[in-house]
């Protein structure tokens, strides 16, 4: 690959890194102003209906995906980016303009539904377009920037709400609105890769035309193999952080009496040791796929959802209360917190062995005109989880305590395990079969 065309993949990478960070930003706006906001539309101290907008926004969101999923495999992907990132910042936008009061609350789930429209179609087409522009041998590496992106995003995302949701709940959507507008514009210069991949650019680039495109007849196909299908429908891995990404300032108060940065700090603690977990485990899994093991990718992703299982449960049951108002100084004095924050970074640090490894796998179980729906698939199974994952955890938080709705997390954690079983039996026999197809597809465009 020539000094150019590696310039421009670099340049693609760093577009769609920004892009997937801005538009993740957006589901972690209301957590930190969680009873801020509650209290704006009239609910007191209730977040019920925060988390049936949550859930809502998520579901629908899905559904896009699966729509624009299937489109990505079959048009110009770059024109749905451009559409998704539009739709999602003039949406966010209009937020500044919601006023308190029930009828504030029904404006604002109006909004945050067509957000989610924006947020399914710029997934799938982005996911799509990375695999193009990372080879087979690296992408745990390469595709672990989808998952350190989505992280970004968290702290983005965290952070806005944290610092300028204090003046106004409402000010973190019209920045990253703003934002978006701008880098959609970005996205009109930027040339797509072709879906042939870059194991295939080289000199020959121009000279291939990868021209096959999904019909609706492939469905069949792409849901055949088993891999597949496990890979689809675990959806459980992403309840307990949806859980407690929901929760968790409002838990850190009401259990712990820590509010404000603190818990911020914490948060942002652990999803740096999970980006960390990320990188390492994306380099350790590429480096055991270079040398002919197969499942290294697939064994990697099971560890990081097992191990740290014990680590996470004691992090969230630890007694301890902080005095009034206590700084980060004061909690670092406090044994249970200190204990509550090493063992939530050494869980989440082993829990990003999953990241890269999974879109990897998901690259290499399909052909390149179907990684788009298959994500797409996937992602909306993942989002019902994390539907799922806020709408039980304020009703039990509700109900019982934060304590209670934090602690039914590790419950769908323990499930998570049983769905990889099938992928470990199939995956390396249906990655072979994919393979090989594909290789006598590029000797039939060559000749």
Known sequence: MDKSTKNTSILSLLLFITIIALINSGQYLISPNLLVISKYFGFGKSITALGIL????????GVAMLIFGYLADKIVRKWILFCGVM????????????????NGY??????TIVIGIGFGATIPSTFSLIGDIVSKEDRSKGLSFFSIASLLGMFIGLGLATFTG????????????IAGILIGFVILFFKEPSRIGKDYFDGERNAIDYTYRIKFSDLKEIFKKKSNKWLIINFVDTIPTGIILFLLFAYMEDYHNLSGTVPLILLVLTLISALIGTIVFGFIADNLFKKGKKKARVNLALMGNIVPIPFIFIAL??????PNNATLEQALLIPGFVIMLLFF???????????????A??????????????LATANFFDIFGRAIGPLIGAIL???????????????????????????????VPEMEATELIFSERIKNLRS
């Open 317 to 322: 049951i630890i007694p301890f209360r902080a």
């Open 361 to 374: 796998t998901v690259v290499d179980l399909n052909l390149p005109e179907h990684r788009g729906t298959i």
């Open 166 to 177: 204090s003046i106004d709940w409402r000010v973190p959507y019209l920045i990253i609105g």
């Open 54 to 61: 949550t859930f809502s926004f998520l579901i629908l969101s």
């Open 87 to 102: 739709i999602y910042s003039v949406s966010s936008i209009f937020t500044i303009f919601v006023p308190s009061g029930i």
């Open 345 to 359: 970074i050494i869980g989440l640090f082993i829990n990003g062995a999953v990241n890269g490894s999974w879109y």
């Open 106 to 111: 029904y404006m604002f789930f109006l909004i």
């Open 397 to 427: 938080a509700d109900q019982f305590g934060f304590l209670y709705g934090m602690a039914i997390s590790i419950l769908f954690w323990i499930l998570i395990p049983f769905f990889w079983i099938s992928i470990i039996k199939n995956c």
